[in-house]
């Protein structure tokens, strides 16, 4: 499984981004696609995911500037950021998470990264 993200760059505070990434070979239907992000010095954390059923999650910093949507069919997770802050600012990774069997599938984009300025 390859994880291709796109979009990300320089913002200035209140700004919109949208980040798009798709999935290729194999992969199962029934699944999570979704974003996390890592600040310098910070660990990795959850910023919003959507599972191939519709169920979203998020992250309560980014709740009602964020929306994470998916296409299925293009096996692509998009994430519409709205309202950017200063501590959005991270590198931002694409996961595609599976559970087979009670075992968990963890694959990873290459990251790219939002810089809002200051």
């Known amino acids: 499984v390859q994880l291709q993200a796109s979009g990300g760059g320089l913002v200035p505070p209140g700004g919109s981004l949208r980040l798009s990434c798709a999935a290729s070979?194999?992969?199962?239907?029934?699944?999570?696609m979704g974003w996390y992000r890592q600040a310098p010095g910070k660990q990795r954390e959850l910023v919003a995911r959507?599972?191939?059923?519709?169920?979203?999650h998020y992250a309560d910093s980014v709740k009602g500037r964020f929306t994470v949507s998916r296409d299925n069919a293009k096996n692509t997770v998009y994430l519409q950021m709205n309202s950017l802050k200063p501590e959005d600012t991270a590198v931002y990774y694409c996961n595609l998470a599976i559970d087979i069997l009670r075992t968990k599938y963890d694959y990873w984009g290459q990251g790219t990264e939002i810089t809002v300025l200051q």
């Open positions: 959507i599972h191939s059923g519709g169920t979203t």
């Open positions: 070979g194999k992969i199962f239907s029934v699944n999570f």
